[in-house]
């Protein structure tokens, strides 16, 4: 169990400062679980995500030198990692009973992260330097960005938007999200300092980015016209697919600064499963 080696469709670009071709992308499977999803992996390929069992009880897990490890937060009924960096340090969600907040783990203490006035937290993702990003709620369904840096909250929105989320961080402080249109659509974006871009996947709708890189490679996923989803990788403009062969939903959501990315797919019997996927880099 763990870790095995699928086949699959080929991608099929050269794409600065990537190179593309035939790979083998790696099933990662918490042992035992009926589901499990990879959310992120640090530059030494160790892996956190989160499984579910024949009970329906969710677990988070940590992936590191072939063996897994069950993350839990103390007292709580669900946990969820969502993020990883190079020291260890793991972010996440879990709910301990009717709320569902935000998490920051050094390897040996919990943090309950939650922005003052939330009554919903998650933390998506955490770099090398500590800094944590998620998303809260105060009332309602809209969705606030945040950044959690040095103890401090920092409230993150890109603009002209009212409803997103923040899901990755990188070295550099750039950030990567989506958020939700008046009409309902989810778009990706990129915020870099004060500079904000849009990310849509060309080939679809509702395009969601996960994930993000020193190199400014980014991931995530859109909606395809037909129904399903993609995956996709992105640098300097540029789109390509991560899917798949026979496979309607995959999902990429996380990806280090040595090419690696991690994420999800759902077969037709409904299965869900994680990879990992390795691409070259220049």
Not at 83 to 102: E, L, R
Not at 220 to 234: D, E, I, L, N, Q
Request: aromatic content about 12%; some cysteine; glycine content about 14%.
């Amino acid at each position: 169990m763990g870790i095995r080696t699928l086949a699959v469709a080929a991608i099929l670009c050269a794409l600065a400062p990537m190179s593309w071709g035939k790979v083998a992308v790696k099933t990662v499977d918490f042992p035992g679980a009926i589901a499990t999803q990879a959310m992120s992996v640090n530059d030494r390929g160790e892996i956190v995500g989160f499984y579910t069992n024949s009970d329906a009880s969710m677990h988070g897990f940590l992936f590191s030198r072939g063996a897994y490890t069950t993350i839990d937060f103390p007292g709580a009924s669900l946990t969820g990692a969502m993020g990883i960096n190079n020291t260890g340090q793991i972010v996440g969600f879990y709910s301990a009973g009717s709320f569902v907040q935000g998490f920051y783990y050094d390897g040996a203490t919990y943090t309950t992260l939650q922005p003052p006035g939330a009554t919903l937290s998650i933390a998506n993702g955490i770099n090398n330097y500590g800094d944590v990003v998620g998303y809260y709620k105060t009332t309602g369904i809209i969705r606030h960005g945040f950044e959690w840096s040095n103890g401090a909250y920092r409230h993150i929105n890109p603009p002209g938007t009212n409803d997103s989320e923040v899901t990755a961080i990188n070295d550099r402080g750039d950030m990567v999200g989506f958020y939700t249109d008046s009409s309902g659509e989810d778009h990706g974006f990129w915020l870099s300092g004060q500079t904000f871009q849009t990310l849509d996947d060309p080939d679809g709708a509702n395009t969601s980015v996960w994930g993000i890189n020193n190199e400014e490679i980014t991931v995530g996923y859109f909606v395809r016209p037909a129904g399903g989803t993609t995956g996709f990788a992105s640098s300097n403009g540029e789109f390509v697919s991560i899917f798949l062969k026979g496979v309607n939903y995959t999902g990429a959501q996380g990806i280090n600064n040595t090419g690696q990315i991690v994420g999800y797919y759902i077969n037709t019997d409904g299965s869900v499963h994680g990879f990992l996927e390795s691409i070259k880099t220049r």
